[in-house]
């Protein structure tokens, strides 16, 4: 309905999703608002889908911890977690080394991986901050099977190590 037929007014709202202040500072101004939060019980209490089990689900973070030492393998990949670790398993088997630092660990050092307790640690669907969030990884464990630490500038490394874990 058009703001002039009928002598109606036409009300038009606005979501603007902001904190209740902001909408006392508009009312100060004459404008009316109502308050809507940005989160509601229905979009935390109802979820439609499953979620898909993270070693089902591609763009991951992992690591994957030796059952002999104490060393850890960060990783990522843009596929699944279950197809990554088949192919570091496949390497083992193989005594294909340069394709898995795992497979390297395990050969030279004699040890025994510890498959079962791998962890997805971080998600990311884009590849750039991927290898940003496993070089992070790297950096907070104290030692790890990996060969380099990742793409990450070194002017982190305060923040880090503030997060890392202390050694008990
Ligand atoms: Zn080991």
């Known amino acids: 309905m058009a703001g002039d037929e009928g002598g109606w007014e036409t009300k038009q709202w ?75 398993k496949r390497a083992l088997t193989l005594g294909n080394t340069a394709q898995s630092a795992v497979a390297e660990h395990a050969v030279d050092q004699m040890h025994v991986i510890n498959w079962n307790e791998t962890k997805v640690v971080s998600c990311h669907p884009y590849y750039c901050q991927r290898c940003a969030l496993e070089a992070w990884h790297i950096r907070t464990e104290h030692q790890t099977m990996n060969r380099d630490e990742g793409p990450l500038s070194s002017l982190y490394n305060p923040l880090i190590h503030r997060s890392r874990p202390s050694v008990v």
């Open 14 to 88: 606005k979501v603007i999703t902001n904190t209740r202040a902001h909408c006392n500072s508009l009312a100060s101004l004459g404008i009316r608002t109502c308050f809507r939060p940005c989160h509601t019980l229905r979009q935390t209490l109802v979820r439609l889908k499953d979620r898909t089990p993270l070693q089902q689900r591609a763009g991951v973070v992992y690591r994957i911890p030796c059952g002999t030492c104490s060393k850890v393998y960060i990783g990522q990949t843009g596929r699944t977690l279950e197809h990554r670790l088949k192919e570091h």
